[in-house]
């Protein structure tokens, strides 16, 4: 099931458990957190952020809550409003321009502040509330048992409904935490992965996640993440097919033949149809360069 949705990050918080830093551009695995998080949502159609702009790896629209530092509903309700008006140039890496889309009937609600929430688990947030009619949010709940309302995804109107009605009762949003919000809501409780809903509160926190990234069943995976975010490729690949590879090049040719014979394979699929070579590109160069591989190390050993 695709569904299609917008995306409201808030990172506008003061950090008080961090000293004030500025825990947006914390980085684990040498990336932001801010851009961790982006790349978890990177299908929504439209992306804002609340926060003062900064150069970002993708692409996304600024607001900021009125007043600034008003807490998270202000910030939810500006994230909302900006969601309804016309995109505006903003500080960011890439210098294509963000497209006019229709507002998406259902939104992803993110904290700055996620370091392993990824785009599976938005997926799973995002369909899980289209496969509820009845329900008017799914919030993930973490190994606690407690609920995370900014790792969830809302039907829009729901929010603007229970925001109308904060503003009218308080005369403003400020101020107000967000429970007050998302308690006046239908939702469906989602039990999520631990590390999904792991948010970096404190130091110990940061230090928590960056030593996960660097376990043995994580790093080859954050690190090709990372350096794919680094260069700006969306590209899935098949790293077990580019690791026999260089292990075939070390092995049958010399040691150093390995990773320059990724990198021409990554340069020749590149190339293959105009420049618009995707994953069979790569699978279909890699395959080319493993055969010749094994031919020239079936020469040495005297065979064939």
Same mark, same amino acid.
């Given at each position: 099931? +695709?569904?299609?949705?917008?995306?409201?990050?808030?990172?506008?918080?003061?950090?008080?458990?961090?000293?004030?830093?500025?825990?947006?551009?914390?980085?684990?695995?040498? %990336?932001?957190? $801010?851009?961790? #998080? $982006?790349?978890?949502?990177? =299908?929504?159609?439209?992306?804002? #952020?609340?926060?003062?702009?900064?150069?970002?790896?993708?692409?996304?629209?600024?607001? *900021?809550?009125?007043?600034?530092?008003?807490?998270?509903?202000?910030?939810?309700?500006?994230? $909302?409003?900006?969601?309804?008006?016309?995109? @505006?140039?903003?500080?960011?890496?890439?210098?294509?321009?963000?497209?006019?889309?229709?507002?998406?009937?259902?939104?992803?609600?993110?904290?700055? =502040?996620?370091?392993?929430?990824?785009?599976?688990?938005? %997926? *799973? $947030?995002?369909?899980?509330?289209?496969?509820?009619?009845?329900?008017?949010?799914?919030?993930? #709940?973490?190994?606690?048992?407690?609920?995370?309302?900014?790792?969830?995804?809302? *039907?829009?109107?729901?929010?603007?409904?229970?925001?109308?009605?904060?503003?009218?009762?308080?005369?403003?949003?400020?101020?107000?935490?967000?429970? *007050?919000?998302?308690?006046?809501?239908?939702?469906?409780?989602? &039990?999520?992965?631990?590390?999904?809903?792991?948010?970096?509160? +404190?130091?110990?926190?940061?230090?928590?996640?960056?030593?996960?990234?660097?376990?043995?069943?994580?790093?080859?995976?954050?690190?090709? +993440?990372?350096? !794919?975010?680094?260069?700006?490729?969306?590209?899935?690949? /098949?790293?077990?097919?580019?690791?026999?590879?260089?292990?075939?090049?070390?092995?049958?040719?010399?040691? &150093?033949?390995?990773?320059?014979?990724?990198?021409?394979?990554?340069?020749?699929?590149?190339?293959?149809?105009?420049?618009?070579?995707?994953?069979?590109?790569?699978? @279909?160069? +890699?395959? !080319?360069?493993?055969?010749?591989?094994?031919?020239?190390?079936?020469?040495? /050993?005297?065979?064939?």
């Amino acid at each position: 099931m +695709t569904t299609a949705y917008d995306a409201i990050v808030l990172a506008g918080g003061a950090a008080r458990r961090l000293g004030g830093a500025d825990k947006p551009g914390l980085r684990v695995g040498g %990336r932001p957190l $801010l851009d961790r #998080v $982006l790349a978890g949502c990177r =299908d929504a159609g439209r992306t804002v #952020v609340v926060a003062t702009p900064r150069t970002t790896a993708r692409p996304v629209e600024w607001t *900021r809550e009125d007043p600034p530092g008003g807490g998270p509903v202000a910030a939810l309700a500006a994230g $909302l409003r900006r969601l309804t008006d016309a995109p @505006e140039p903003a500080a960011q890496a890439a210098p294509a321009p963000v497209g006019r889309a229709a507002p998406a009937a259902l939104v992803l609600v993110l904290s700055a =502040d996620l370091p392993f929430f990824d785009a599976a688990t938005a %997926r *799973r $947030l995002v369909d899980a509330l289209a496969e509820a009619p009845e329900a008017e949010g799914v919030v993930s #709940v973490d190994a606690e048992g407690r609920e995370q309302p900014l790792v969830a995804a809302y *039907r829009v109107e729901a929010l603007r409904r229970e925001l109308a009605g904060a503003a009218a009762e308080r005369g403003g949003l400020d101020g107000l935490p967000l429970r *007050r919000i998302t308690g006046g809501l239908r939702v469906v409780r989602a &039990p999520s992965e631990a590390s999904a809903s792991f948010d970096c509160d +404190t130091w110990e926190d940061i230090a928590a996640a960056r030593a996960r990234i660097r376990e043995h069943g994580n790093v080859l995976d954050e690190w090709i +993440t990372a350096v !794919k975010d680094e260069l700006g490729i969306d590209l899935d690949v /098949d790293t077990g097919l580019l690791l026999d590879l260089a292990r075939d090049a070390a092995h049958g040719v010399a040691r &150093p033949a390995a990773p320059l014979t990724t990198f021409l394979v990554g340069y020749a699929a590149a190339r293959a149809a105009g420049g618009e070579g995707g994953p069979e590109a790569v699978k @279909e160069a +890699t395959q !080319k360069a493993a055969a010749l591989a094994q031919r020239w190390a079936a020469e040495q /050993d005297g065979a064939g």
